[in-house]
């Protein structure tokens, strides 16, 4: 298939959670995190042609989603939310980068024309949920060829299900969160045998301020 050389990337505690309770924005957890740490990211951000988040991290987060911790030009902010219920008021819709909402045939018109009022693309890719099989080779076409991902677990899963990730870059936050239901890393049903899981390969580890960062290849 056609698609975006992809990366993950994210901030995870030592227990692989993302937030400190479900619902909870990872911005709490981000906190922790020194400016060396915000640096990586930001230089990972300005590496990359486009950016996604799913529209619950948009709701949850609020984030900006731009480069402004270095240098660099801000990639394209891609949304997919299958009924475009993304808030109007949200950061994404600021001038500082182009952004596309990737919704489905369910989207209401009225939400999808106030959100073309604020200047974002809105991609129908999908009937009632998006499919990310197509999504793939339109964003190539529209000249994405590198998508980092700073999604939540349910986004992470669609993608890793698919065989569509490429790296897993982590920033690991020394802290416990515990917890059966907080989200983790990626979400979703999960792999059920070992035949099937996704096999990842150390690349690199060092540390950024007072972090490791790791940074992992999918073994194909």
Same mark, same amino acid.
């Given at each position: 298939m056609k698609r975006p050389y992809i990366i993950i990337v994210s901030e995870v505690s030592v227990d692989g959670k993302l937030t400190l309770y479900r619902g909870?924005?990872? $911005?709490?957890?981000?906190?922790?995190?020194?400016h060396e740490a915000y640096r990586y990211l930001h230089e990972m951000r300005a590496k990359v042609d486009a950016i996604m988040v799913g529209c619950e991290t948009v709701r949850t987060d609020n984030p900006s989603l731009t480069v402004r911790?270095?240098?660099? $030009?801000?990639p394209i902010r891609i949304i997919p939310c299958s009924t475009a219920n993304v808030p109007l008021d949200a950061n994404i819709f600021s001038k500082d980068a182009?952004?596309?909402?990737?919704?489905?045939?369910?989207?209401?018109?009225?939400?999808? @024309?106030? &959100? $073309?009022?604020?200047?974002?693309?809105?991609?129908?890719?999908?009937? @009632?949920? #998006? @499919?990310? @099989?197509?999504?793939?080779? &339109?964003?190539?076409?529209?000249g994405i060829k590198s998508l980092m991902v700073?999604?939540?677990?349910?986004?992470?899963?669609e993608l890793v299900k698919r065989g569509f990730v490429d790296e897993i870059?982590?920033?690991?936050?020394?802290?416990?969160?515990?917890?059966?239901? #907080?989200?983790?890393? #990626?979400?979703?049903?999960?792999?059920?045998?070992?035949?099937?899981?996704?096999?990842?390969r150390l690349r690199a580890h060092f540390k950024r301020g007072h972090h490791l960062i790791t940074e992992w290849e999918v073994v194909r």
């Open positions: 909870a924005s990872s $911005k709490e957890l981000m906190t922790l995190m020194d911790y270095v240098e660099g $030009k801000n182009p952004t596309v909402i990737v919704t489905t045939l369910r989207a209401p018109k009225e939400r999808i @024309d106030k &959100i $073309k009022e604020l200047g974002a693309e809105v991609w129908i890719v999908g009937e @009632d949920l #998006v @499919d990310f @099989d197509r999504l793939m080779p &339109i964003m190539v076409d529209r700073e999604g939540g677990a349910s986004i992470n899963w870059r982590l920033i690991h936050i020394p802290v416990i969160v515990g917890g059966e239901n #907080v989200p983790t890393l #990626v979400g979703g049903e999960g792999f059920k045998s070992l035949r099937n899981l996704l096999n990842l």
